[in-house]
């Protein structure tokens, strides 16, 4: 549990005792920007001489021990807090599906090569012969001499046959080509159309659990007071509580937020630095907003708005809450 500082403490027990800071003020004669200072732990506003004595009046007015203040506060001035380191941020890793394999297409065979002698080639050849070998004269009439050397028509057979045997390998190594194909492509689809449906439905799941996770946030506050001071109880609230403050004016107003995880969160909104937003540190049971103006000014606990009709003052205001 998150110790509670000294501003805690004095505005802890000045709500316990039913007192504003303009009561305290008439007591100990100390103005309130002092009071409020002191409240949020920002000592270094008064002057450095006055501190001490101004933490022994608002404690005896407030029902505390001004020895045990006055020593905490001592203690803290001698011992400063460590400074946080700043947290390195992780780069989640990324992981892609594998490609779809793609089938291998076969390799086109190459067609046989058929060598065809025909009868003129081997009517050269044999004629080539006789002029190599041993001179022969030529006997018989010259009708008996054209039908020896004409050509038989019957013998063309061969090619045509072998011909359509070239064609038809052709045709089935191209249908084979096709058909590989075509079943590489609907592979390919079908994979796709897999992929695609399982991540809409991981998109939808995680879109569902974003909604329940986001509904069962919603804390449930009630809120008392009036003036410049309203207490709100909030209950149901999920870790971390997160307090978002936004700012719709034109002039700008001064905000802070008390016992976040930074420890104390202010700044003043603008047009240009419409929202404030912060976490409370884990285990915090109470925090203080601060406001320097209330108009156009609008609160959200956990995305919850809060109900700040109750609020008739339009400057500095306190806002208590109670975390249960």
Same mark, same amino acid.
């Given at each position: 549990?998150?110790?509670?500082?000294?501003?805690?403490?004095?505005?802890?027990?000045?709500?316990?005792?039913?007192?504003?800071?303009?009561?305290?003020?008439?007591?100990?004669?100390?103005?309130?920007?002092?009071?409020?200072?002191?409240?949020?732990?920002?000592?270094?506003?008064?002057?450095?001489?006055? +501190?001490?004595?101004?933490?022994?009046?608002?404690?005896?007015?407030?029902?505390?021990?001004?020895?045990?203040?006055?020593?905490?506060?001592?203690?803290?001035?001698? @011992?400063?807090?460590?400074?946080?380191?700043?947290?390195?941020?992780?780069?989640?890793?990324?992981?892609? !599906?594998?490609?779809?394999? =793609?089938?291998?297409?076969?390799?086109?065979?190459?067609?046989?090569?058929?060598?065809?002698?025909?009868?003129?080639?081997?009517?050269?050849?044999?004629?080539?012969?006789?002029?190599?070998?041993?001179?022969?004269?030529?006997?018989?009439?010259?009708?008996?001499?054209?039908?020896?050397?004409?050509?038989?028509?019957?013998?063309?057979?061969?090619?045509?046959?072998?011909?359509?045997?070239?064609?038809?390998?052709?045709?089935? +190594?191209?249908?084979? =080509?096709?058909?590989?194909?075509?079943?590489?492509?609907?592979?390919?689809?079908?994979?796709?159309?897999?992929?695609?449906?399982? @991540?809409?439905?991981?998109?939808?799941?995680?879109?569902?659990?974003?909604?329940?996770?986001?509904?069962?946030?919603?804390?449930?506050?009630? @809120?008392?007071?009036?003036?410049?001071?309203?207490?709100?109880?909030?209950?149901?609230?999920?870790? !971390?509580?997160?307090?978002?403050?936004?700012?719709?004016?034109?002039?700008?107003?001064?905000?802070?937020?008390?016992?976040?995880?930074?420890?104390? @969160?202010?700044?003043?909104?603008?047009?240009?630095?419409?929202?404030?937003?912060?976490?409370?540190?884990?285990?915090?049971?109470?925090?203080?907003?601060?406001?320097?103006?209330?108009?156009?000014?609008?609160?959200?606990?956990?995305?919850?708005?809060?109900?700040?009709?109750?609020?008739?003052?339009?400057?500095?205001?306190?806002?208590?809450?109670?975390?249960?």
């Amino acid at each position: 549990m998150v110790e509670k500082t000294i501003g805690d403490l004095l505005r802890e027990n000045r709500v316990k005792s039913h007192l504003t800071l303009s009561d305290i003020e008439e007591r100990s004669g100390i103005p309130s920007h002092y009071l409020l200072a002191l409240e949020l732990d920002q000592f270094t506003i008064l002057p450095s001489e006055s +501190v001490e004595s101004c933490l022994l009046k608002y404690a005896n007015l407030v029902g505390l021990s001004p020895e045990t203040i006055l020593a905490k506060y001592r203690g803290e001035k001698e @011992t400063p807090l460590p400074k946080e380191e700043p947290k390195q941020a992780v780069t989640p890793e990324v992981t892609f !599906p594998d490609k779809a394999e =793609v089938p291998q297409i076969a390799e086109k065979p190459e067609a046989p090569v058929v060598s065809v002698t025909t009868e003129e080639e081997k009517a050269s050849e044999e004629d080539s012969s006789e002029k190599e070998g041993s001179y022969k004269p030529i006997t018989g009439t010259r009708s008996s001499r054209y039908r020896q050397t004409e050509p038989s028509k019957g013998n063309s057979w061969p090619i045509v046959v072998l011909s359509a045997v070239a064609a038809a390998i052709l045709a089935f +190594v191209a249908y084979t =080509v096709w058909t590989q194909t075509s079943q590489g492509q609907k592979m390919t689809a079908s994979s796709y159309s897999v992929t695609s449906n399982q @991540t809409s439905s991981s998109s939808s799941t995680a879109s569902s659990s974003t909604s329940e996770s986001s509904s069962s946030q919603a804390p449930t506050i009630t @809120t008392e007071g009036s003036g410049n001071q309203l207490m709100a109880t909030i209950s149901g609230a999920t870790a !971390p509580v997160e307090v978002s403050i936004s700012y719709s004016g034109q002039s700008g107003s001064w905000v802070s937020v008390t016992n976040t995880e930074a420890g104390s @969160t202010e700044a003043t909104l603008n047009s240009a630095n419409p929202t404030l937003t912060a976490n409370l540190a884990s285990g915090t049971t109470s925090s203080v907003i601060t406001l320097g103006m209330t108009e156009g000014i609008s609160i959200t606990i956990n995305g919850q708005t809060l109900d700040m009709s109750a609020l008739t003052v339009s400057d500095l205001t306190y806002i208590t809450l109670t975390i249960q």
